[in-house]
């Protein structure tokens, strides 16, 4: 085992190999995904409904996890998300999604939005949480998330 990555690591491949291989694959899963904001996904302040950013999240980081692994997955828990600035109808929001931890059978992934004015060169950081997901099995017991190879 390779303890501090949390996955098994082939007999003929060294620890730095693998790190370079988990670092590849991490770079390689990212996802990002680019919204707009219209009213109909606005409150009364005519910002972003929260949990609409949360779906958005969510949603982001579980495309990232499964581009990481390509297992079935399973969400477990959303850490402390963050909300640092409100998003207005009618600006442009990106999720990207990254791995941030790969366990045994758990996966982290840290995502975050910007928002982004429609009219102007300007790019804010709004939202970041972390969401853990978990492999599992046809049988639905969690699995082993990645093996190299």
């Known amino acids: 085992m390779c303890i501090t990555l949390g996955c098994r690591m ?3 491949q060294t620890p ?13 899963s990212e996802a990002r995904v680019i919204k707009a904001v219209f009213p109909s996904i606005t409150n009364h302040h ?19 996890a499964t581009r990481f692994c390509r297992k079935t997955l399973v969400i477990v828990s959303s850490d402390r998300i963050d909300f640092n600035k409100a998003i207005p109808a009618g600006s442009l929001a990106e ?7 790969v366990g045994n059978t758990s996966i982290k992934v840290e995502v975050n939005i ?3 004015d429609m009219y102007q ?5 709004a939202i970041r949480g972390v969401f853990t997901f978990v492999a599992v099995d046809d049988d639905r017991k ?3 998330v990645w093996t190299q190879g």
């Not at 005519?46 to 980081?61: H, K, R, S, V």
């Open 10 to 12: 082939p007999l003929t």
């Open 114 to 116: 910007f928002v982004e």
């Open 142 to 144: 969690p699995t082993t």
């Open 16 to 28: 730095t190999q693998f790190s370079e291989a988990m670092s590849l694959r991490i770079e390689q």
């Open 121 to 125: 060169d300007l790019r804010e950081h």
């Open 46 to 64: 005519n910002t972003l409904f929260g949990g609409e950013a949360l779906a958005w999240m969510d949603e982001t980081a579980f495309i990232a």
């Open 95 to 101: 999720i990207i999604a990254r791995v941030i931890h």
